[in-house]
C-alpha cells in the first residue's frame, strides 16, 4: 500500500516521503531558512555577454549572475532561422528579457538560465514561447496512447504555443484537458501583464511550496491516502486537491497519534541512512557513497556477506542487492551527474547481465532520465541521471539550529517508545545552550506527552554534528536520578581516557640478531705517512693510485696526423715558395745530396707498416726492462763501501745516501755497470739530418732557384 507522508511538526523543516508499505522509495525536505528557485519566473537584464563562451551573464535579483547559453535563445531572439547565430547577434547588453531558472545554484556556478519558458500543470505543461515542442509523456504506451493523441489534436492550442501530456493525465477526459489549458494560457497571460508593470530585475511567478508541487507531481489512484501531522499542512493539501483535483479529495487525512508519524512506518532511520556515507545491506555488504565535483563514485564492499557458496555466488547475490540499494539512494539523496558504480568483480558474463537489469528495474520508477551504461571489464558500470533538484547533501546545512532539529525528533522518537524512562542526549556545548533556550518549549512539550525525562548532557570534546540519544527504560537499574553534571563527568573521564595518546605495543620478534661490530683495517697512522714521506719519498710511489695504462702508441699516431694538415693535390696556398725546376727533385733550401755520400745511408722507403715496427722498436727500448741483481754488482758495491769508511768518518747524511746506495736495485730498474762506459755513437736519423741541414745558411742569396747544371756554381 502506498501512501505520501507529510511531516510538519518541524517549524525549521517540512518533509514529505512516499513509502510503499515501510519501505521509502521518494523524499524530498525544504527547509524555512532555504530559498528555492527552481522554475521561478523572472524579470532580468543582460549584465554582460562573452563571445568566447556563447554564452551571457544575466542579473535576475540573485548574488551570482546567471548563465544564459546561446542554445537556450528562443525562436523570438534568433535574427536567422538558418545557419549558426552569434550571441552578440541576438542579445544587448542592458536589454531586458524573461528568463526561468532551470538549475539551481551549485557551489561558486550560478543558476543555468532558459528563455524557454514552461508552465507545468496537473495534466499538461505548457511551452508559450517554443511552438516546435509538444507530445505525450513516454510512460503512456499502448492504445491509451493513441486515444490521447486524438485528444489532443483537439485541444485549440496557439501556433505560437506546444503543450505536453504529462504522465497524469493517461485516461482524462477531454473536458479536463480543455480545463488544464485554459488555466495555463491565463497562468501566460497575466506573466505577460507583469512584465509590463516595473523594471528588471524582480520576480514574475513562484513556483508551489513543497506540499502543493508533491501533490501535483506525485498525487495519482495508486496512492491510497495522503497524511499530515499538524492542521496547518492538512488545509493546504486539502485546499489544493479541492480546487484541482477534486476526485482525490477523500484521500487526504488528519494524522493524530501520539508516535511520530514517521516513526509509525519505520522511516526515519532510512532517512537518516541517506545523510551516511556508508550504507550497510541485509546480507553483511555495505556500499560506500562519495560525491566530488565531477562524478559520484559508488563502491560495493562484501564485508560480512556470506550468502553464497562459492565467490562468485556470493558476488552475484550482494551486488543485485546493492543494485536496488543504489536505485533507492539515487532518489532519496537527489544524486545527479554522472555516477560511476564499482561492483564486485564477476567472472560470469550471464551474472553481469543479470545485475544490470536489476539496476534498470531499481530505477525504473524514477521520475528523472537516467541513462546506464554496461559493466565493463574492470567491474565499473558508468551512468547518468538528470538533476531535477540539488542533492541532499547541497541542501542540508550543519549548523546548530538545524542539527537541533534532528536531536530533537531523536529525543520524539524514543520517548514515544514502551517502556522508556529517560532519554539522554549527548551533545556538543554549543548544541545543549541552544536546545535548552530556544528549545526548551519543545522539549517539555515532549516530557509532558510521553511522561519521559529528557537529560540533556554537554560534552565539551564533541562538534555540532556528533551527538547520540539513548533510551533507558524504567526498570533499568543505570535509570536512577543522576544530576545531568554527575554524567558529565563520567562521559568527560571516559573521553579523556581514550583522547590521551598511548604508545602503540607491538609484539617482539623470537629471533633478534644483529651484526658484531666490524673490525678496523691494520695499517699505518697518517702521522707515520707523512713522515715516511718527508724522509723516503720513493716509498710514498707505491701509496699513489697507479694511473690507468694509456694507448700511446695510438695517441702518438693520432698527434701526428692531427699536427700534419691535410695537403691537397691543387694547394697553392702556401705563399712565399720558389718554383721548382724540371730536372729538380731536391726540397728547397737543401744542397742536393750527392750519389756517393755515405754520410746518410739509403734507406728503402718505409711503408705504413714499416713504420709501425720501428716505432714499437723505438718503444720497447725507452721501456725497463728487470734484471735480477748481479753478483759483481754486490762485491763491488761491498768493496767501495769499506774503503771509504777507512779513509774518512761519514756524518749521517752521508750513512743515509751509502746505505741508499747499498739497498738491492729494483726490479724496474737497470743495474749500474762498474766498467767504463764506452763513448756512444751519436747516430743521426735522416729527419735530423734534415733538420741540421736546414739551419745551416747558404753561401749567396743567387743560389736560390739554380740549376744543378748552372756554371756559376763551379766559382
Known sequence: MKRMLINATQPEELRVALVDGQSIYDFDIEQSGQERKKSNIYKARVSRIEQSLGAAFIDFGSEKHGFLPVKELAPSFLKSKQGKNSIND??????????????????????????????????????????????????????????????????????????????????????????????????????????????????????????????????????????????????????????????????????????????????????????????????????????????????????????????????????????????KQLRLRDIGGLIVIDFIDMLSLKNKRAVEDKLWSALSIDRAKVQVGRISRFGLLEMSRQRLRPSLQERWTQDVASLSTAVLRLIEEEASKKKSGEVRAIVSSDMSVFLLNERRARINEIEERTDVRVVVVSDPTRSDNRFEVNRLKKDDKKNQDHASYEIQSEIGNNDDSDLSYKKPKFEKAAVNLTPPKKPRKKGENFIKKIFKALIDPTDNEDIRPKKKPSNQRRRQSNNKRNNQPRKQANDKSTPNKPRKQANDKSTPNKPRKQANDKSTPNKPKQGVNDKKDIKKKDESKKRPQPKAPNKEVKEANKVSDEKIKKDKPLSNKDEKQVNKKNVEPKLDEKPKKTKKEEPKKVVQKPEEISKVEEIKPLKSAKDWGRASNDPRNKS
Open 90 to 327: 541576438c542579445l544587448t547588453q542592458g536589454q531586458e528579457i524573461i528568463i526561468q531558472v532551470e538549475k539551481e545554484e551549485r557551489g561558486t556556478k550560478g543558476a543555468a538560465l532558459s528563455t524557454f519558458i514552461s508552465l507545468p500543470g496537473h495534466y499538461l505543461v505548457l511551452m508559450p514561447n517554443n511552438p516546435e515542442s509538444g507530445g505525450i509523456s513516454k510512460s503512456i504506451e499502448g492504445k491509451s496512447r493513441d486515444e490521447m493523441r486524438d485528444k489532443m489534436r483537439k485541444l485549440e492550442v496557439p501556433k505560437s504555443m506546444g503543450a505536453i501530456l504529462r504522465t497524469a493525465g493517461e485516461g482524462v477526459s477531454f473536458e479536463e484537458l480543455k480545463w488544464d489549458l485554459d488555466y495555463l494560457l491565463n497562468l501566460w497571460d497575466a506573466i505577460q501583464e507583469a512584465n509590463q508593470l516595473r523594471k528588471a530585475p524582480f520576480l514574475i511567478y513562484k513556483e508551489n511550496d513543497l506540499i502543493s508541487r508533491s501533490l501535483r507531481d506525485f498525487l495519482r489512484e495508486d496512492i491510497t491516502e495522503v497524511l499530515t501531522d499538524t492542521d496547518e499542512a492538512y488545509e493546504k493539501a486539502f485546499d489544493f486537491t479541492s480546487k484541482l483535483m477534486p476526485d482525490f479529495e477523500d484521500k487526504v487525512k488528519r494524522y493524530d497519534e501520539a508516535i511520530p508519524l514517521f516513526t509509525r512506518y519505520q522511516i526515519e532511520s532510512q532517512i537518516e541512512t541517506a545523510y551516511q556515507r556508508d550504507v550497510e545491506l541485509h546480507s553483511g555488504g555495505s556500499i560506500v557513497i562519495d560525491q566530488t565535483e565531477a562524478l559520484v563514485a559508488i563502491d560495493i564492499n562484501s564485508a560480512k556477506a556470506t550468502s553464497g557458496s562459492d565467490i562468485e555466488e556470493t558476488a552475484l547475490n550482494t551486488n543485485l542487492e546493492a543494485a536496488t540499494e543504489i536505485g
